[in-house]
C-alpha cells in the first residue's frame, strides 16, 4: 500500500447549510477554513479521506476522532456501497455540553466530496459513534446534490439512510429501527395533516419555519416506502439498491429525476418514480394516513 502525507494550506470561505434534525435554530454562516490537509490512501481502493482540522485538538483526540469517522466511512461504504471519490472530512472543535456532534453539513462542491462536523472531542469514542450525524452526513454524499428546492428529499433520504448504517453497525435491530421510524414519523404525521397542500408545500413550509425534525422524519417515509416493498416483494432492502448505484450512476447523475430513474433502473420497475408522482399530487395527509 502506497501511503503519503500531502499537506496543503487552504484558505476558502464556505456557506453552511443547515443539517440537523433536532430543532435548534440553525443560522446560514459564513465559516472560514483553514486547515493542514492530511491525505492517507485505503487500503481497499484508490480512494480515502482527507482530514483537516479548526480549532485546537490533542493529538490523543485527533487520534479518536479519526478513528470514529474512518469506523463510520468504512459501514457508510458497507451499507450504501463503495464511494468512487475522496472524502473531504472537516472537523471543527466545538465544547457543547448537550451533544458530541451539535451540527454538520454536507457539501459537493468543485468536485469535492466533503463532510464538515461540529465535534466536541472530550465525548468518548461511544458517545461519538451512538450520534447519528457522521452517518447521516456520509449518507448525503452518495447520491449528487439535488438543489434546496429538493431538500425534503435529500433530508428524507439521510435521516433514513443514517439509521441503515447505524443498523449494520450493530447499534441498533431491524425491530428498533422499525419501531423508531414509526414514532417519529407519528409524531411528525401531525405536522402534515393538511387536506390541500402537497406533501412538499408542506415540508417546505415546515423548512422555512425551521421545524425541522418533523420534517426530516416526516420525509422518510418515501424511502421507508421503497424499503418496505422491496423488502417484502424481493427479500432485500433500499441499501442493496444504493449498493449497486454507487458505481453505474452515482457519477452521471445530476438531478431528482436522474436519480429517481436510476433507482429504477436497478429495481427494475417504475416503483420510486410512481411514489413521487403521489407525493408530488397528492394532499400531505394522504401520504401520512398509512402510518
Ligand atoms: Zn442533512
Not at 458497507?78 to 451533544?99: H, M
Not at 433520504?157 to 422499525?178: H, I, K, N, P
Request: hydrophobic letters at 35%.
Amino acid at each position: 500500500m502506497k501511503q503519503g502525507i500531502i499537506t496543503l494550506f487552504i484558505i476558502s470561505t464556505f456557506v453552511a447549510c443547515t443539517a440537523t434534525e433536532n430543532d435548534v435554530n440553525q443560522e446560514e454562516e459564513d465559516v472560514l477554513m483553514v486547515g493542514d490537509y492530511e491525505f492517507v490512501e485505503n487500503l481497499t481502493n484508490d480512494y480515502g479521506l482527507i482530514w483537516s482540522w479548526e480549532g485546537e485538538f490533542t493529538t490523543g483526540e485527533q487520534e479518536k476522532v479519526k478513528d470514529w469517522i474512518t469506523e463510520v466511512s468504512e459501514a457508510t461504504n458497507n451499507t450504501l456501497g463503495q464511494y468512487g471519490f475522496d472524502v473531504y472530512v472537516n472537523i471543527i472543535r466545538s465544547n457543547s455540553k448537550n451533544r458530541p456532534v451539535p451540527f454538520g453539513f454536507a457539501r459537493r462542491r468543485e468536485g469535492k466530496n466533503q463532510v464538515h462536523l461540529y465535534v466536541n472531542p472530550t465525548a468518548t469514542k461511544d458517545e461519538l459513534l451512538r450520534d447519528w450525524t457522521a452517518q447521516h452526513e456520509f449518507s448525503h454524499l452518495s447520491i449528487p446534490f439535488l438543489g434546496s428546492k429538493n431538500k425534503w428529499f435529500s433530508e428524507g433520504f439521510a435521516t433514513f439512510l443514517s439509521r441503515q448504517t447505524m443498523m449494520d453497525q450493530g447499534l441498533y435491530t431491524q425491530v428498533e429501527f422499525d419501531s423508531l421510524y414509526h414514532s417519529k414519523i407519528t409524531e411528525a404525521k401531525a405536522y402534515y395533516n393538511s387536506s390541500t397542500k402537497t406533501f412538499i408545500e408542506v415540508s417546505d413550509s415546515l423548512l422555512d419555519n425551521n421545524v425541522y425534525s418533523h420534517m426530516y422524519w416526516g420525509s422518510t417515509t418515501f424511502l421507508f416506502t421503497i424499503d418496505k416493498r422491496l423488502r417484502k416483494e424481493r427479500d432485500i432492502r433500499f441499501v442493496d439498491i444504493m449498493k449497486e448505484y454507487q458505481p453505474l450512476f452515482r457519477d452521471s447523475d445530476k438531478s431528482i429525476k436522474d436519480v429517481i430513474r436510476s433507482f429504477d433502473k436497478v429495481i427494475g420497475e417504475d416503483w420510486c418514480w410512481e411514489l413521487m408522482a403521489v407525493y408530488r399530487n397528492n394532499p400531505s395527509n394522504v401520504i401520512m394516513e398509512d402510518y
